[in-house]
């Protein structure tokens, strides 16, 4: 596609089920980076892909939440036994560079997760 | 950890005005890049302009240009001849040499027509 898309746009969870969110990055970008922004805050990294690998997971809050990229382009952040706390818009954000220092990061629209 | 500071919550323009947005970050490295990204409301982020710590002259993209003062550890954005459009929330991002970005809590910007 022409930009990253995510899916689902919008998810609403009771207090203790799993959720799955998906991200598409753009066609052959090599990077992935996954946010959370709260609401009224900046996003915040949780983790960073670069193909398959996850380089980088040290912004992830806690064991219940996991990312893959097995395949290295679609992505997967799962979010086990939801809490209110998680509620949050999570962003993904795809580059076509590996670790490039110059590289622009293009966001997707985010999925708004709201646990009740 | 780097992190990053914009203390202005709201800013308000009129229409072809010039409003300048403030943004300081704290780091210990030496190379960096440093980000002006605009969020619409209910839509993605995207670029504004951008950065490189190692290089003195100032970015500039068309209206938008920075003021980036490196001993400071100040980066701010002036939006010359501002536009209904321009109308959003700004976010200033640090990005560090190990991919990580860090970013600024935001400043919502409203352009008075």
Known sequence: GAGVSQSPRYKVAKRGQDVALRCDPISGHVSLFWYQQALGQGPEFLTYFQNEAQLDKS?????????ERPEGSVSTLKIQRTQQEDSAVYLCASSSLAGDFTDTQYFGPGTRLTVL | AQTVTQSQPEMSVQEA?????????????????????????????????RQEAYKQQNATENRFSVNFQKAAKSFSLKISDSQLGDAAMYFCAYRSFGNQFYFGTGTSLTVIP
């Open chain 1, 59 to 67: 912004g992830l809050p806690s064991d219940r939440f996991f990312a």
């Open chain 2, 17 to 49: 005005e010039t409003v300048t947005l403030s943004c300081t970050y704290d780091t210990s490295e030496s190379d960096y890049y440093l980000f002006w990204y605009k969020q619409p409301p209910s839509r993605q982020m995207i670029l504004v302009i």
